[in-house]
């Protein structure tokens, strides 16, 4: 039986206030496996185990936090383990230490009302000088650094998304119809409604038919206000999704819906991906009242009709 490939083992550790857990969350949500401050008694135990040993077929990479907080902690140890791993089973084994200047930690710590960890009777300072003291054998020894001493939360997850996943953390794009009469998408981000267009469901022979028809799509098109509300529509899109993605969302979902959800919205929404798509994008399209049937009561009377046919 040929042996698996050895899977990723990444372990996250530094200064605390420094990100950890906002690294360790990230990674989790780009699907690594995720074990924090586990006692090294038990690491030692996990990282003798060579991936897919059990027969399993999880073979997610792996990220381990540790810091001066996990019980057994000493960083030489740490340091010699990591290179046993390495040389004698032939694991990828990296480091990734989490820097971040004295201040910076001083004002987190002063912010959030925490004490440090190795200063709970004392000034925070004196917990961070200590720490970086225990922890100098796993800076030096670390293949990564990263200072989050500028950087929010958010940047910093987004700068493990470019660093750890093959395609930068990409956002998953959802485009969904729906009806209004039958409520709001419970996922949704952004939604638009096309109302505001004429509505095939009265026209007799365009009522049974579904905005995924040619005669249904060419009779929504023909609108006057269409052409400028779709150019309006894309632009719009086209300015948000990028940032919704360089901000790390890992979904997003644009609804667009009309009354009963049959016609008006169903072919925007085919519309509105094919011109994502074109432009890069990968949605996935759904059309969630597709199958209901055609219903006057929900889709109310048009204009002409309420004033007794004018």
């Known amino acids: 039986m040929q042996r698996r490939r050895p899977k990723h083992i990444l372990l996250v550790t530094g200064m605390s206030g420094a990100g950890k857990s906002t690294v360790l969350r990230t990674l989790e949500d780009l ?8 006692p090294l008694l038990l690491l030692n135990r996990l990282l003798d185990t060579a991936p897919g040993a059990d027969g399993g077929d999880d073979e997610r990479p792996l990220a381990l936090g540790i810091g001066t907080q996990t019980r057994g902690f000493d960083a030489e140890s740490i340091v010699q383990r990591i290179k046993k791993l390495r040389e004698d089973q032939g694991l990828d084994v990296g480091t990734l230490f989490l820097e971040c200047t004295g201040a910076e930690l001083i004002r987190r710590f002063s912010e959030t009302r925490r004490r440090h960890p190795l200063a709970q009777d004392r000034p925070a300072e004196d917990g961070i000088a200590r720490e970086r003291e225990l922890l100098g054998p796993l800076r030096r020894w670390a293949n990564r650094l990263l200072d989050t001493t500028d950087m929010k939360a958010n940047q910093l997850s987004q700068a493990i998304r470019q660093i750890f996943s093959a395609d930068g953390g990409k956002t998953t794009f959802s485009v969904t119809s729906f009806g209004f009469s039958r409520g709001l998408p419970r996922d949704a981000d952004l939604v ?119």
């Open 192 to 310: 638009l409604d096309m109302r505001f267009l004429r509505n095939p469901h009265w026209d007799a022979q365009l009522r049974p038919g579904t905005g995924l028809d040619a005669d249904v799509s060419a009779y929504v098109a023909a609108d006057p206000a269409y052409d400028a509300a779709m150019a309006q529509i894309e632009s719009l899109l086209l300015l948000l999704l990028p940032r919704y993605q360089a901000e790390g969302k890992a979904y997003v979902t644009i609804a667009f819906g009309c009354t009963g959800g049959r016609h008006r919205s169903v072919h925007v929404a085919e519309r509105m991906a094919a011109r994502l798509r074109a432009e890069g994008f990968s949605p996935t399209v759904t059309h969630r009242d597709l199958q209901t049937a055609p219903q006057d009561s929900l889709e109310g009377a048009p204009v002409s009709m309420a004033r007794g046919g004018e």
């Open 31 to 38: 699907g690594w496996e995720v074990v924090d401050n586990l």
